[in-house]
């Protein structure tokens, strides 16, 4: 890839960019041109990704496929699939996809098939989890496991709070699964709340064993535990990890017996298909934690199968890059008309944000163009009646994602049938927008007088042309929601490689951290903060006054 190339295609599209701002009107756009439905979609299979209501025409859609090959999309996907060690800054290869590839090929790294290790994990996950839910499993005092308590953060929390309450309607009864991720002592004790000892399995979740949040939770777990059933040997039968550093999980004193492993090659926050997944196969089962997989899968076989222009993760991951960088927006809204979704936005943010938030590029140099945007949302209709009014009517551009199932998993159709009236009118009203002359119309109709529609009439204009995406899929089960999460996985990938950024490295994490450390003496009071800047030192200095 030639860097001179790849600045023509970005100047192509600054040209097709200012021509689109200044032209491209989307109600105008699909009166002149019946089809443009019928041309911007992508399907796989019941998933149905319109894309119809974006600013694009053909000639930004051709400039942004150029703008892929250009960067070469395709060829580090296939480095991504061959097991390549892609995440140069920590020498790793990027596999979460061979996670899901149970039925597939053998994956190599190295030269090593990393197939029988990921089964042998699955094998031990499903066997472990017949064990608990058949209460063969037993506390340290003979009874039944009935809680399950994750305590993991970022990667090691995200992903399974997310998949828990997206899988909802499929929990197994007699078995519920709570998450501890933060350091606030509040987390743990509101959710130890009402809990029984006797009856509560710890998962302690950390792909590096040494995230003080995580430890901090677990060894109150563990003195919670103890205290309750004064014994510290009730630790083995109510306290099993998830880790790829297995010592430091023997160091903590969990039995490796009890232990569930993973790869460098599975980042923290593609990791909910590894054994990061344990609590999803404690709350819903191994065969839907493997449908899971399968539908991660063929999202997989889709990204590195279907043509470009076909292919919806490319799709997705180009408008972005349309927004980001032509037309200038800075956020992006992930707005699902699903309650189960709820917590999609907030995994996203990790996903996307921890992988795409970087200013250097792979070799090191400052970026060129900006990267990623802010992911936020919340589900729909209760974002409605919170922040609409400014995607509606504001100043900011920002793209949205909806998404909704076709067919609800209960039985109140009527509130299914109002939720997908929401979600279609909120798409068509960015998109159609108001103007004035039927704003007019409008209050005029209603009766009101010529001076009071000239005061009213400017602040009910909306100017509309605001882009969605539309996601439509027929139900939310478990493989659906596995095409979900790899679309999202994928598209961010592509958005890394048009961006020349590792977007499997987090380092911008690590400051806040070793400060952090740095600091605890100082608010604690066995050191003097003098050393700090004004702002930390009069901040600890009045912190000890409000304690005392
Ligand atoms: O916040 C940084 C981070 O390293 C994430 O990338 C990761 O998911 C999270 O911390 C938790 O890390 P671990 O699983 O090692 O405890």
Redesign the pocket.
């Known amino acids: 890839m030639s860097t001179e190339r790849l600045s023509e295609c970005w100047e192509n599209l600054k040209r097709i960019g200012a021509e689109v701002s200044s032209e491209l009107n989307l109600r105008e756009a699909f009166a002149e041109d019946p089809a443009r439905f019928s041309r911007y979609h992508s399907t796989l299979d019941d998933l149905f990704v319109d894309y119809s209501k974006n600013l694009i025409t053909d000639n930004v859609l051709n400039g942004l496929l150029e703008l892929a090959k250009e960067a070469g999309v395709t060829e580090w996907r296939d480095r991504m699939f061959a097991g390549e060690r892609i995440n140069i800054t920590e020498h790793r290869a990027v596999l979460h996809v061979a996670l899901r590839n149970i039925d597939g090929d053998p994956v190599e790294v190295d030269g090593e098939d990393v197939m029988p290790g990921i089964k042998e994990v699955l094998a031990n996950m499903k066997a472990f989890a017949a064990r608990v839910h058949s209460g063969e499993w037993k506390g340290h005092t003979g009874k039944k496991i009935t809680d399950v308590v994750n305590i ?7 992903g399974p709070v997310m998949v828990n309450e997206a899988l909802r309607p499929y929990h197994i009864d007699g078995i519920k699964c709570h998450f501890v991720s933060n350091v606030d002592g509040a987390h743990i004790v509101d959710t130890l709340k009402g809990l029984d000892a006797e009856t509560t399995l710890f998962i302690i ?7 003080d ?2 430890l901090t939770n677990a060894y109150s777990a563990r003195s919670w535990l103890v205290d309750a059933l004064g014994d510290d040997g009730a630790v083995a039968k109510h306290f099993v990890a998830v ?2 550093a297995l010592d430091k999980v023997a160091e903590f004193g969990i039995d490796t017996a009890n232990a569930f492993g993973f790869w460098d090659w599975v ?3 593609y ?1 909910l298909w590894s054994a ?1 997944g344990l609590p999803i196969i404690l709350a819903v089962g191994y065969d839907r934690f493997e449908e899971l997989l399968r539908g991660g899968a063929a999202m997989d076989q889709h990204f590195k199968t279907a043509p470009l222009a076909e292919n919806i993760p490319v799709i997705l991951g180009l408008i972005g890059v349309w927004y980001r960088n032509i037309l200038g927006a800075s956020s992006q809204a992930i707005l699902p008309y699903d309650q189960h979704l709820s917590r999609l936005p907030a995994y996203l943010q ?1 996903a996307d944000m ?1 992988s795409n938030g970087k200013s250097t590029t792979r070799d090191g140099k400052p970026v060129q163009t900006a990267t990623g945007p802010v992911i936020w949302g919340e589900p729909g209709t209760n974002g409605q009646h919170a922040f609409y009014q400014l995607i509606h009517q504001g100043t900011e551009l920002i793209p949205v994602d909806f998404m909704v199932a076709a067919k609800p998993l209960h039985d109140l159709q009527n509130h299914h049938d109002k939720l997908v009236a929401n979600c279609f009118a909120q798409a068509e009203a960015l998109m159609v927008g108001k103007t004035e002359a039927e704003v007019r119309h409008e209050l005029d109709l209603q009766g009101m007088s010529a001076d009071d529609i000239d005061v009213l009439a400017p602040h009910k204009v909306f100017a509309g042309n605001k882009p969605s995406t539309m996601i439509l899929y027929r139900q939310l089960d478990p493989f659906t929601l596995g095409r979900l999460i790899a679309m999202y996985e994928h598209k961010i990938f592509v958005q890394g490689v048009i961006w020349n950024v590792n977007s499997y490295d ?1 380092w911008g ?2 400051l806040g ?1 070793q400060l952090a450390k740095e600091l605890l003496p100082m608010v604690q009071g066995s050191e003097s903060a003098e050393s700090r800047d004004a702002s930390t030192a009069g901040l600890i200095a009045e912190l000890r006054t409000l304690q005392s």
């Open positions: 993991g953060i970022g990667g090691s929390d995200l979740a950390s792909k590096t064993f040494t995230t949040e995580t880790s790829t980042g923290g926050r990791s990061i990790q921890e987090q994490v690590e951290k």
